[in-house]
């Protein structure tokens, strides 16, 4: 962090360049920070899971209850809530592990050694979303063919002549809108919380150590505050993004199978 | 089991709140989108992108409307 003080010329605050951070080699084959993260947090959730699964007691120890909290949170809460008591558990295991591995991955963002959230690269976001994406339109398709598919996007009960203008916005919001929203809102939640711990954190470090200012050192002291503050800020949306990333992806899979005719 | 399936139709409906968004971004976006491009094409420059984005959000709320405003009205007409 502190490389991104410029100790003779002044404060410089956190661009987009903190972001991409190549660790072997360089360009668009670079292995990023980002990428060693991603795996990082798939070795350790895997150990996590087998470790606390592997003897499963009818009275749980601590980790195994813990995992099961969370298990539960995403069947009982999310997939059977909204897919529905009849379906819903052949979706628990991609609605699971899309949890898990986002929520994992938000942490890292202020975890200390790694302090770097993944989905603030787009990437990992636009990739996580092609697979909500195939999913509800295979779910759809499958369930109601290709043209019934398109005609159980228009809602019941409206009449003749608007479904000419609402048509085309259902369309746009099926195949456009709704995963670009996905990816970009995990996305630009987790880069700008990045950014803005960044910024507090870097700016108290020059206001109090570089700046050699006596005055500017309460301020410092007010930033580094404020980057506690929203830390604990961050826990929270890290775990809210998870948590509506899955649910909208369990009421995209609902809408496609719904019955609203 | 019945005060399960009341729970979890609140959830469902506190839950849809989310997809909402998606509708009121498309709504302006396409018929904006479309009077934007009339507007090059008629040389009106701005009125028809004007109709199409506050037209675009008009629709995006009627259909927000018709898809989940429906449900709380469906059980009692449900005899008619």
Known sequence: ?261 | MDDDAHRSVGRVDDAEAWTVLAYLISGPLLYGGLGWLADRWLGTTPWLVLVGIVGGMVLAVYVVWVRYGAHDRRPPSASS
Not at chain 1, 54 to 79: C, D, H, M, W
Not at chain 1, 123 to 135: E, S
Not at chain 1, 146 to 153: D, V, W
Request: charged letters at 10%; a neutral charge.
């Open chain 1, 1 to 261: 962090m502190s490389a991104l003080l410029a100790a003779s010329d002044g404060y410089e605050a956190p661009s987009t360049d903190i972001f991409w951070q190549p660790l072997i080699g360089s360009g668009q084959w670079a292995v990023t920070r980002a990428s060693v993260v991603m795996v990082l947090s798939v070795i350790g959730i895997g150990w996590w899971l087998l470790a606390t699964t592997r003897r499963k007691a009818v009275v749980p120890n601590r980790s195994q209850f813990y995992t099961e909290q969370i298990y539960g949170l995403v069947r009982n809460s999310v997939a059977r809530d909204i897919i529905g008591s009849q379906e819903f558990m052949t979706f628990v295991p991609m609605l699971f592990a899309m949890f898990v591995l986002i929520l994992v991955n938000n942490l890292f963002g202020v975890i200390a050694p790694i302090q770097f959230p993944t989905m603030s690269r787009i990437g990992f976001p636009i990739a996580l979303t092609l697979v909500v994406y195939v999913t509800y339109h295979a779910v759809g398709i499958r369930r109601w063919g290709l043209g019934g598919y398109f005609k159980h996007m228009i809602p019941p009960g409206v009449p003749g002549w608007v479904l000419v203008i609402l048509f085309p916005l259902e369309l746009l919001t099926y195949f456009f809108t709704r995963p670009v929203t996905l990816a970009l809102r995990l996305f630009g939640n987790m880069f700008a919380g990045h950014i803005l711990l960044v910024l507090f954190i870097t700016g108290g470090e020059y206001l109090v150590f570089s700046s050699g200012v006596l005055a500017y050192i309460p301020l410092g002291i007010i930033s580094y505050i404020m980057a506690f503050v929203m830390t604990l800020f961050e826990i929270l949306v890290e775990f809210l993004q998870a948590y509506i990333f899955v649910l909208l992806t369990a009421l995209y899979i609902a809408g496609s199978l719904a019955d609203e005719h």
